[in-house]
């Protein structure tokens, strides 16, 4: 974790740089007397309030070197980078300095990159020579603590166990994101094992990060697995962040930080490289606080890799996804379709209403909106209950579920990912199970031990029963989902019976909606679009579409986003709203799972 002393040794590297690029002298007179400060707030410790605002945390983020770095876009941060009123050390230093702030109360920072300022520097000297390598030249990130970075960081999915094992290599998505001059700034949280290990657990919580808490309501689930990635970018903390989902894990961190998300089709970005749940399921996905931040993001990681076969197969731009983002007026003419018996019915009627209104602003700029495109099979996919991924076993047939699919799959490819690590004796799925149950104090290895992990490694115990055997029932599964949520799902509710609809709306928050796109490997995109009265906890509007259909997704999504950003009053309320770091102080594990 991170800690002042870790900072402080960055900040002192800093100054070398600062001082032999001759940018920066230091009066040490001046610096030694502003040590001890006379007055802490608002910017070390928030203020305590009372009244309607008792828990809230202000955390002021100030400007820096003269830019709004709070809530910056991309674009924003190029153009003050090329008119060189601002550098990319800088920007990386202002972070920094919001890390400190906050992070101690959110754990979003799994670990810090220590090159980070010699990557930032570097591509600043290189931008000075005149070249700019594109949009993301410059712009910090984070990636989940799974995707493997071959530097001076460890890769550890959130466990103690992986600690000095060594990377063969960067994952294809990072070394992508580093050709693109993109400055990775170090690892982010998640839940453990991206949730594998255990089917009772406090979402966000791993023993290496500790739990990562949404900025909008600590207290509170805040969406996993890919926790500290939402997080951080919620809280300003870096410009966008990767994360990875099997069944959830970008959304749900996305939407429920107000955030942008875009979980790809399988085999959009390669998954080489990063820490596996399920090859079937899994997929790279992006966060970030815009449509266009969040698409240079895609930019910036999609694309076939020979590691990764599921990419050979791939139908995607040569030239990016930028290229299809709009503005509102697209909107004419454009037809969406709501499932309502499949996914509404199930949402809370606060959601209902808040996004309905949404819905309705989005037909007033000339969007159809069909009701009751349903996807035939929902019968068998959906558990009214909620998020269940086990779900043709809760009906009676394992054949039919995507948790058998999941189970086989984990045992088999994590051997495959083990294998390749260097300077670790963690081998097998057994040796994960042993090691949490000999460290039982910390990693919880056995049920209702560690508080973040009341069911033990239930999931992970599943999986070795399994025993990576890809028997009848697997393949009986296998290809029953894909039926289920393909063709006879949400490719039948787009076609409506020959009255095609472009993309259907759905509520982002519901945990049927990730089932459905998870088994397909569909694309799910979520876009921010209100608070929970009584939580003060973000959730999206969510846009569902076909295989490879990224790139009319964004269309509508960055289509959508222009109605909530360029209105008055009106679209007020469904838009991104700033954390108010509801209950700042708390520390409860395992957090509210509301
Ligand atoms: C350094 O700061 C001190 C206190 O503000 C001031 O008295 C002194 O003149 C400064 N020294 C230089 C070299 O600017
Ligand atoms: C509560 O905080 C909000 C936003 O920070 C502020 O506008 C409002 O005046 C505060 N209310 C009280 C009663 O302090
Ligand atoms: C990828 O390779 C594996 C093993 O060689 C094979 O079983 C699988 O069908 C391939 N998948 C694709 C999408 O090409
Ligand atoms: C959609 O249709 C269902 C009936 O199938 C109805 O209950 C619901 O209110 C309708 N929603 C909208 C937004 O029209
Ligand atoms: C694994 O580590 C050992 C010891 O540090 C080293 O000699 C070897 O080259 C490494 N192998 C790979 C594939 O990195
Ligand atoms: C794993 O499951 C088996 C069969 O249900 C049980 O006997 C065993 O105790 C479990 N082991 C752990 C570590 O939970
Ligand atoms: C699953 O097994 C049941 C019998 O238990 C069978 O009726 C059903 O067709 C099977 N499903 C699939 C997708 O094969
Ligand atoms: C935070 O969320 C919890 C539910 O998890 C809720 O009970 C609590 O009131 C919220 N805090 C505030 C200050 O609204």
């Known amino acids: ?114 090159d980070i300022l010699e990557i930032a520097a570097s591509l600043d000297l290189e931008r000075k020579n005149g070249h700019v390598r594109g949009p993301l030249h410059g712009i910090p990130f984070l990636v989940k603590d799974n995707i493997a970075t071959k530097d001076k960081m460890e890769t550890t999915a959130g466990s103690w166990m992986l600690l000095g094992s060594v990377v063969p290599r960067d994952a294809h998505v990072v070394r992508r994101l580093r050709e693109s001059g993109a400055v990775l700034m170090g690892h982010a949280t998640l839940s453990e094992w991206a949730d594998m290990r255990t089917n009772s657990y406090s979402e966000g919580y791993s023993a290496r990060g500790g739990q ?90 999609y694309g076939q890799d020979t590691r990764d076969n599921y990419t050979l197969i791939q139908k995607a731009p040569s030239n990016g996804y930028t290229q299809y983002l709009t503005s509102k007026s697209s909107l004419k003419g454009a037809v969406f379709g709501l499932p309502w018996l499949t996914f509404w019915q199930y949402s809370s009627a606060e959601q209902q209403t808040t996004l309905l209104s949404l819905i309705s602003l989005i037909e007033s700029h000339g969007a159809t909106i069909i009701n009751g495109t349903e996807l035939p099979s929902r019968e068998k996919i959906i558990n009214p209950e909620g998020w269940d991924w086990d779900f043709g076993s809760t009906r009676g047939y394992p054949n039919e579920s995507e948790y058998t699919v999941v189970k086989v799959d984990f045992y088999n490819d994590i051997r495959a990912y083990l294998s390749e690590l260097n300077n670790t004796d963690i081998r097998s799925l057994e040796d994960i199970m ?32 399994s025993g990576g055997v890809m028997d009848e029932t697997y393949w009986q599964a296998l290809s029953f989902m894909h039926r289920a949520t393909r063709e006879d799902g949400i490719d039948a509710a787009l076609y409506n019976s020959g009255n095609l609809v472009d993309v259907l709306l759905v509520p982002s928050d519901l945990g049927q909606v990730t089932n459905v796109a998870a088994q397909a490997g569909y694309p799910l995109i979520t876009l921010p679009a209100g608070i929970n009265s009584e939580t003060g906890m973000p959730f999206g509007l969510g846009l569902m579409g076909s295989a490879w259909s990224e790139g009319t997704m964004l269309k509508w999504a960055s289509a959508i986003e222009d109605v909530q950003l360029s209105g008055g009053q009106e679209t007020r309320d469904f838009r991104r709203t700033l954390p108010k770091w509801l209950d700042y102080r708390a520390k409860n594990v395992p957090v509210n799972n509301v």
């Open 434 to 465: 042993q090691y949490n149950i000999d460290n039982v104090g910390t990693e919880g290895g056995l049920p209702d031990v560690h508080p973040a992990f009341a069911g033990g490694q239930d999931g992970f115990n599943a999986s070795l029963q």
């Open 212 to 301: 990562a808490r949404s900025p909008y309501n600590l207290t509170t689930n805040p969406g996993g697995s890919s926790s500290g990635s939402g997080g951080a970018v919620a809280a300003n903390i870096g410009m966008f962040s990767l994360g990875t989902e099997t069944d959830g894990s970008v959304i749900s961190p996305a939407e429920r930080n107000a955030l942008v998300g875009i979980k790809p089709t399988v085999g959009l970005t390669s998954r080489a490289g990063v820490i596996p749940e399920c090859h079937n399921q899994d997929t790279v996905g992006c966060l970030a606080r815009t449509v266009r931040d969040a698409t240079y993001c895609l930019d910036g990681i």
């Open 1 to 114: 974790m991170l800690s002042r002393g870790a900072l402080l040794a960055i900040g002192v590297a800093f100054n070398a740089i600062g001082s032999s690029a001759g940018r920066h002298l230091y009066n040490t007179t001046q610096i030694l007397g502003t040590q001890t400060l006379d007055s802490p707030y608002p910017y070390e410790v928030p203020v305590l309030q009372d009244g309607v605002n008792a828990s809230s945390g202000q955390f002021p983020m100030p400007t820096c070197n003269g830019f709004t770095l709070e809530e910056a876009t991309i674009d924003q941060m190029q153009e003050a980078l090329s008119k060189g009123t601002l550098t990319s050390v800088q920007i990386v230093m202002c972070y920094l300095q919001r890390i400190w702030q906050t992070d101690e109360y959110i754990r979003s920072i799994m670990e810090l990159n220590p």
